[in-house]
């Protein structure tokens, strides 16, 4: 299960910090990602953080201004939102890729419920 | 970055009745393609991977096909719970990049 926290209204320029606390299965060896939806629009992938922290990825739109990060000993990922743009007023998903023993495949099962940011004035 | 283009945009269709989703990549993805179900308000929820796998609980209804470029998702007798929005979603490479999404709705 994963279950977001943080979201809220920010003016742009602004910052704000996003967390997914997981549970119910071994959090230390799955990649995490984040995905965004803005409204009405369609699906956007925005980081993935290997299961040690040292390999994270990002589109190109954030990068920069964002930072995933995840915590093992309290199983939770994050994601630190700076200098926030309307643009990015979205419902942000936590996401588990895909993976098994050997290696992992990125696409996303399962999601956590969002948690809605918007950036306005 | 890959490009995924679905199509159609918006469907409308009926109970019972077979429906097609495509979904072109911009370069060869090989399999590495799965298939999203969203509801209004809902997460997604994964429903054919590596372009032509089960999900593990997913109604036999659904099935996917395809390599390199094209692909396409196939709902064999469309069920009342089946009226949503479906994205397709590629994972070849980085940035992982989605399908603008096909709206399926009640005819």
């Known amino acids: 299960q994963l279950v977001e926290s943080g979201g809220g209204l920010v003016q742009p320029g602004g910052s704000l910090r996003l967390s997914c606390a997981a549970s119910g299965f071994s959090f230390n060896t799955y990649w995490m990602s984040w995905v965004r939806q803005a409204p009405g629009k369609g699906l956007e992938w925005v980081a993935n953080i290997k299961q040690d922290g040292r390999d994270k990825r990002y589109v190109d739109s954030v990068k920069g201004r964002f930072a995933i990060s995840r915590d093992s000993a309290s199983n939770s990922l994050y994601l630190q939102m700076n200098n926030l743009r309307a643009e990015d007023t979205a419902v942000y998903y936590c996401?588990?890729?895909?993976?098994?023993?050997?290696?992992?495949?990125?696409?996303?099962?399962?999601w956590g419920q969002g948690t809605q940011v918007t950036v306005s004035s | 970055d890959i490009q995924m283009t679905q199509s159609p945009s918006s469907l409308s269709a009926s109970v019972g009745d077979r429906v097609t989703i495509t979904c072109r990549a911009s370069q060869d993805i090989k399999s590495w393609v799965v298939w999203y179900q969203q509801k209004p308000e809902k997460a997604p929820k994964s429903l054919i991977y590596?372009?032509?796998t089960l999900q593990t609980g997913v109604p036999s209804r659904f099935s996917g096909s395809g390599s390199g470029t094209d692909f396409t998702l196939t709902i064999s007798s469309l069920q009342p719970e089946d009226f949503a929005t479906y994205y397709c979603?590629?994972?070849?490479?980085?940035?992982?990049?989605f399908g603008q999404g096909t709206r399926l709705e009640i005819k």
């Open positions: 979603q590629q994972y070849n490479s980085y940035p992982l990049t």
């Open positions: 996401a588990r890729p895909h993976c098994t023993s050997t290696s992992c495949s990125f696409w996303f099962d399962p």
């Open positions: 590596a372009a032509s």
